[in-house]
């Protein structure tokens, strides 16, 4: 069976063979430059291998390298289930049904919700801090991160004196690079020492070189069992060098390297039993073997290998000559169309240097971070923030950079079995927050915590993998998982009495709370909208994959009941999405999540096609929660008025969030001069959610077809994009001017039916022709609406479709085939 196919584009057709669609892209403009130092740390600039995090300052005279490693994690191995949650169940569920929501609550806090653990804090490494003497005075001052090529630099002049720093975090060599230069000989002298927030940390000479060991913290009753190792060698080209006990000395240097390794003894979330200095001299094995100019060619071709499959130009006006925060000051004000594509392309920089296959996923932080203890301690915040991270992955080209998320989703399918027998469920489960240890308890107390879906959420990545892919290989190995998130289902719902409908009970709407309901206080209901779109699309999902890989028919069937028996989405009185079963949502509720627009997006269960009614309930709703809000939420924004087609309120969105970040004022949302997400303070779910939606705004595959420009707006007429994925196995290169497409190239992976909607979106000069000339006619159809009745509240008019007839284009393709449709 073939997977998904979308439809495809149209305009001129050239038809070639080719074998990987890694699309070259000329050198852009995307630099962040600053004409100071760094004093805060969200002023410093990130790099990142995957493994290695460096928030590099700046200063002149004294500098720092801030550094993390992805598996320097607070406590051990241990999971946090509550052993009585089995036996209050029927007693909790009795309240919810009874109405009694408080003390339902209460109940779950002291039988469902963890009473020991609530997570372990990702954790810094420490720094590297360099001291130059005589630098205060400096002058031409330069600071920059070139994300083409993964490196950062800065340049000044002292007396005369014109000096360089280069960092990178090597891909190849595992190792974080500096590379120090003069412009005379014999002018570079620093003293370097490692500085550690542990209170316990040791910092000695080792081998001409400074080593610093430590051990992760305690934390919540669990043992911190991490221990990690520092290493810094220096590797001078004239002049002297000296190792005392903490403090290597360098003096009248020509030109100097500087390379900084970090082990752990951390092999999986089981197992601690590594050695941390062995690992730590492994990598340092290779420092000094290769040249400067070597190691950084090779480092950026790695990091390049997936940069360059994307591009996204806007244009450019005079503010791109301008230093990055100022641009992002000035940009509700000024028109800087480049600085939009400069974050877009930030948020896929991050994520190629936050999460490489093998290594963990991104967390809250991605992989930076200064403290021991983290905001929300880093964690993997699982009831919106890490999927966000993932968002971009499979649409921007950056699929093995997903690895690692699917390989958590893998992890906590296994631990989390203890939490569906917990319930006295097969399958398994986990609830609002998870660590490098995979826990799966219900965590932060009974008003945040009970949320026993987020399995479902985790599923819907593994499905969305396959449908970019098309991998049946792929799909038969996560299979398992997806069943074993169905299984929990089958045992877990529960048949509530008003309705007859089958609820995910206990559970929330993260993380609100209803204004006009029976106990405001409450937070823990029955079949929250969020949780039956979330767990219709499981079993359909799974009920599909089952077909593909012709395996559990019957039971297939079984879900596919299931699905059909959860409760409506609903449309309130206030014309709204309703968020809860009962009509208790508020027109003045300005909350930060929008849980129940899940099915708008990352679902597609709510379609200005299919379902017009719900898609102006989700409008609606949207309108009511308004637009200034935390960072993530506004990157979500950005991805919900995409896909309501509403380019311009998209755009507003972006405006919203690139502006600076204030702290102190209060104010939510917002971008830090480093171009960080704050929500306040840093996290960095928003720049990858509002990379995402920029992907958005430019084509859809989600709804039956590929949607070209769909949510452009006025703002940029003009604009080339190349190498965006579509489901069903295409990539798109497109030009368009004037707001209308005027080039356009579909690359085929696996063949089969492309089908297209243009939305008016197609340049009216532009006809279609193959490579010799002849005359190519897609061809056009009227779309047959699918009638999503489980999924709506029982009005008769609810699924009328908002356009009886919609033309649609179809054409076939073969796997491996390039179609270029260019002006005649």
Same mark, same amino acid.
């Given at each position: 069976?073939?997977?998904?196919?979308?439809?495809?584009?149209?305009?001129?057709?050239?038809?070639?063979?080719?074998?990987?669609?890694?699309?070259?892209?000329?050198?852009?403009?995307?630099?962040?430059?600053?004409?100071?130092?760094?004093?805060?740390?969200?002023?410093?600039?990130?790099?990142?291998?995957?493994?290695?995090?460096?928030?590099?300052?700046?200063?002149?005279?004294?500098?720092?390298?801030?550094?993390?490693?992805?598996?320097?994690?607070?406590?051990?191995?241990?999971?946090?289930?509550?052993?009585?949650?089995? &036996?209050?169940?029927?007693?909790?569920?009795?309240?919810?049904?009874?109405?009694?929501?408080?003390?339902?609550?209460?109940?779950?806090?002291?039988?469902?919700?963890?009473?020991?653990?609530?997570?372990?804090?990702?954790?810094?490494?420490?720094?590297?801090?360099?001291?130059?003497?005589?630098?205060?005075?400096?002058?031409?001052?330069?600071?920059?991160?070139?994300?083409?090529?993964?490196?950062?630099?800065?340049?000044?002049?002292?007396?005369?004196?014109?000096?360089?720093?280069?960092?990178?975090?090597?891909?190849?060599?595992?190792?974080?690079?500096?590379?120090?230069?003069?412009?005379?000989?014999?002018?570079?002298?620093?003293?370097?020492?490692?500085?550690?927030?542990?209170?316990?940390?040791?910092?000695?000479?080792?081998?001409?070189?400074?080593?610093?060991?430590?051990?992760?913290?305690?934390?919540?009753?669990?043992?911190?069992?991490?221990?990690?190792?520092?290493?810094?060698?220096?590797?001078?080209?004239?002049?002297?060098?000296?190792?005392?006990?903490?403090?290597?000395?360098?003096?009248?240097?020509?030109?100097?390297?500087?390379?900084?390794?970090?082990?752990?003894?951390?092999?999986?979330?089981?197992?601690?039993?590594?050695?941390?200095?062995?690992?730590?001299?492994?990598?340092?094995?290779?420092?000094?073997?290769?040249?400067?100019?070597?190691?950084?060619?090779?480092?950026?071709?790695?990091?390049?290998?997936?940069?360059?499959?994307?591009?996204?130009?806007?244009?450019?006006?005079?503010?791109?000559?301008?230093?990055?925060?100022?641009?992002?000051?000035?940009?509700?004000?000024?028109?800087?169309?480049?600085?939009?594509?400069?974050?877009?392309?930030?948020?896929?920089?991050?994520?190629?240097?936050?999460?490489?296959? @093998?290594?963990?996923?991104?967390?809250?932080?991605?992989?930076?971070?200064?403290?021991?203890?983290?905001?929300?301690?880093?964690?993997?915040?699982?009831?919106?923030?890490?999927?966000?991270?993932?968002?971009?992955?499979?649409?921007?080209?950056?699929?093995?950079?997903?690895?690692?998320?699917?390989?958590?989703?893998?992890?906590?399918?296994?631990?989390?079995?203890?939490?569906?027998?917990?319930?006295?469920?097969?399958?398994?489960?986990?609830?609002?927050?998870?660590?490098?240890?995979?826990?799966?308890?219900?965590?932060?107390?009974?008003?945040?915590?009970?949320?026993?879906?987020?399995?479902?959420?985790?599923?819907?990545?593994?499905?969305?993998?396959?449908?970019?892919?098309?991998?049946?290989?792929?799909?038969?190995?996560?299979?398992?998982?997806?069943?074993?998130?169905?299984?929990?289902?089958?045992?877990?719902?529960?048949?509530?009495?008003?309705?007859?409908?089958?609820?995910?009970?206990?559970?929330?709407?993260?993380?609100?709370?209803?204004?006009?309901?029976?106990?405001?206080?409450?937070?823990?209901?029955?079949?929250?909208?969020?949780?039956?779109?979330?767990?219709?699309?499981?079993?359909?999902?799974?009920?599909?994959?089952?077909?593909? !890989?012709?395996? &559990?028919?019957?039971?297939?069937?079984?879900?596919?009941?299931?699905?059909?028996?959860?409760?409506?989405?609903?449309?309130?009185?206030?014309?709204?999405?309703?968020?809860?079963?009962?009509?208790?949502?508020?027109?003045?509720?300005?909350?930060?999540?929008?849980?129940?627009?899940?099915?708008?997006?990352?679902?597609?269960?709510?379609?200005?096609?299919?379902?017009?009614?719900?898609?102006?309930?989700?409008?609606?709703?949207?309108?009511?929660?308004?637009?200034?809000?935390?960072?993530?939420?506004?990157?979500?924004?950005?991805?919900?008025?995409?896909?309501?087609?509403?380019?311009?309120?998209?755009?507003?969105?972006?405006?919203?969030?690139?502006?600076?970040?204030?702290?102190?004022?209060?104010?939510?949302?917002?971008?830090?001069?480093?171009?960080?997400?704050?929500?306040?303070?840093?996290?960095?779910? @928003?720049?990858?959610?509002?990379?995402?939606?920029?992907?958005?705004? !430019?084509?859809?595959?989600? &709804?039956?077809?590929?949607?070209?420009?769909?949510?452009?707006?006025?703002?940029?007429?003009?604009?080339?994009?190349?190498?965006?994925?579509?489901? @069903?196995?295409?990539?798109?290169?497109?030009?368009?001017?004037?707001?209308?497409?005027?080039?356009?190239?579909?690359?085929?992976?696996?063949?089969?039916?492309?089908?297209?909607?243009?939305?008016?979106?197609?340049?009216?000069?532009?006809?279609?022709?193959?490579?010799?000339?002849?005359?190519?006619?897609?061809?056009?159809?009227?779309?047959?609406?699918?009638?999503?009745?489980?999924?709506?509240?029982?009005?008769?008019?609810?699924?009328?479709?908002?356009?009886?007839?919609?033309?649609?284009? &179809?054409?076939?393709?073969?796997?491996?085939?390039?179609?270029?449709?260019?002006?005649?």
């Amino acid at each position: 069976m073939k997977p998904y196919l979308p439809s495809k584009i149209c305009i001129a057709l050239f038809i070639s063979l080719f074998c990987s669609v890694t699309i070259c892209v000329a050198e852009q403009n995307l630099k962040l430059r600053y004409d100071h130092p760094a004093e805060r740390w969200v002023e410093a600039l990130p790099l990142g291998n995957g493994r290695l995090g460096v928030m590099f300052f700046g200063n002149p005279a004294n500098e720092e390298l801030q550094l993390n490693e992805e598996t320097v994690w607070g406590g051990g191995p241990h999971n946090n289930i509550n052993p009585l949650a089995k &036996d209050s169940l029927s007693r909790i569920r009795q309240l919810i049904f009874d109405e009694k929501y408080m003390e339902a609550q209460e109940l779950c806090g002291k039988t469902i919700s963890s009473q020991g653990a609530n997570g372990m804090p990702y954790q810094t490494v420490g720094s590297l801090r360099l001291h130059f003497a005589d630098q205060e005075h400096f002058r031409d001052y330069t600071r920059e991160l070139d994300i083409t090529n993964a490196v950062a630099q800065v340049a000044y002049s002292v007396h005369g004196v014109s000096y360089r720093r280069e960092v990178i975090t090597s891909f190849t060599e595992q190792l974080v690079i500096i590379r120090l230069t003069a412009s005379q000989k014999g002018k570079i002298s620093f003293d370097a020492r490692f500085t550690s927030p542990y209170p316990t940390s040791e910092r000695t000479a080792y081998k001409q070189m400074l080593r610093m060991d430590a051990k992760a913290s305690d934390h919540e009753g669990i043992a911190g069992k991490v221990r990690f190792t520092s290493l810094a060698k220096v590797v001078n080209d004239g002049g002297s060098r000296q190792v005392s006990d903490t403090l290597l000395s360098v003096r009248n240097a020509n030109s100097v390297t500087i390379y900084i390794s970090t082990g752990t003894n951390f092999n999986n979330y089981r197992d601690v039993s590594g050695n941390a200095l062995s690992r730590a001299e492994q990598y340092m094995n290779v420092a000094g073997k290769k040249t400067w100019a070597k190691a950084l060619e090779e480092h950026s071709a790695v990091y390049r290998k997936y940069f360059d499959r994307v591009s996204l130009d806007l244009g450019e006006t005079e503010q791109a000559k301008k230093p990055t925060d100022v641009r992002v000051a000035e940009f509700a004000s000024a028109f800087d169309p480049s600085l939009a594509a400069l974050y877009f392309q930030f948020g896929r920089y991050l994520l190629i240097c936050c999460s490489q296959p @093998g290594g963990q996923a991104a967390n809250l932080q991605g992989i930076w971070n200064e403290k021991l203890r983290a905001p929300w301690d880093g964690k993997y915040t699982i009831n919106i923030n890490t999927e966000m991270n993932y968002w971009p992955a499979e649409v921007t080209a950056l699929e093995e950079m997903h690895e690692p998320f699917l390989q958590l989703i893998r992890d906590v399918s296994e631990i989390g079995r203890e939490t569906a027998a917990m319930y006295g469920c097969r399958g398994w489960a986990l609830h609002h927050n998870t660590d490098i240890w995979r826990s799966t308890g219900a965590v932060d107390g009974p008003g945040y915590g009970i949320w026993p879906t987020s399995n479902a959420w985790f599923c819907r990545h593994l499905w969305e993998r396959y449908l970019y892919s098309g991998n049946r290989e792929y799909l038969q190995s996560v299979y398992p998982v997806m069943k074993g998130a169905c299984e929990f289902f089958q045992d877990f719902l529960v048949t509530e009495p008003k309705n007859g409908w089958l609820v995910v009970a206990p559970s929330f709407s993260p993380e609100n709370k209803p204004p006009y309901g029976k106990d405001p206080k409450a937070s823990v209901y029955a079949g929250c909208t969020m949780d039956n779109q979330m767990v219709f699309d499981l079993l359909l999902n799974t009920a599909t994959a089952a077909g593909i !890989l012709e395996t &559990d028919i019957p039971l297939a069937e079984q879900w596919r009941t299931m699905a059909y028996r959860l409760p409506p989405m609903q449309v309130g009185k206030y014309g709204q999405l309703q968020e809860w079963m009962e009509d208790w949502d508020s027109p003045t509720n300005h909350h930060r999540h929008v849980s129940h627009l899940w099915g708008l997006f990352p679902g597609n269960m709510i379609s200005a096609f299919e379902t017009p009614l719900l898609f102006d309930a989700a409008k609606n709703s949207l309108i009511h929660r308004g637009d200034p809000s935390t960072g993530w939420s506004m990157g979500w924004k950005v991805c919900l008025w995409a896909r309501l087609l509403d380019g311009n309120h998209a755009y507003k969105l972006i405006t919203n969030q690139l502006k600076p970040a204030i702290e102190e004022s209060g104010q939510s949302g917002g971008t830090y001069p480093n171009l960080f997400d704050a929500h306040p303070p840093f996290q960095i779910d @928003g720049n990858f959610g509002c990379t995402a939606g920029i992907a958005e705004m !430019l084509v859809q595959s989600h &709804d039956g077809a590929l949607h070209l420009l769909p949510a452009l707006p006025d703002v940029w007429r003009s604009g080339t994009v190349k190498g965006l994925r579509c489901r @069903g196995g295409f990539t798109i290169d497109m030009k368009w001017q004037d707001g209308k497409i005027s080039d356009l190239t579909v690359y085929s992976n696996l063949g089969g039916n492309c089908r297209l909607r243009l939305a008016g979106a197609l340049k009216g000069d532009v006809e279609l022709a193959t490579a010799d000339n002849n005359s190519v006619n897609p061809n056009p159809f009227y779309a047959q609406v699918e009638i999503r009745k489980p999924l709506i509240n029982a009005k008769a008019d609810i699924c009328t479709p908002r356009l009886s007839q919609e033309t649609l284009y &179809d054409f076939e393709t073969k796997a491996g085939n390039i179609y270029h449709f260019v002006k005649k």
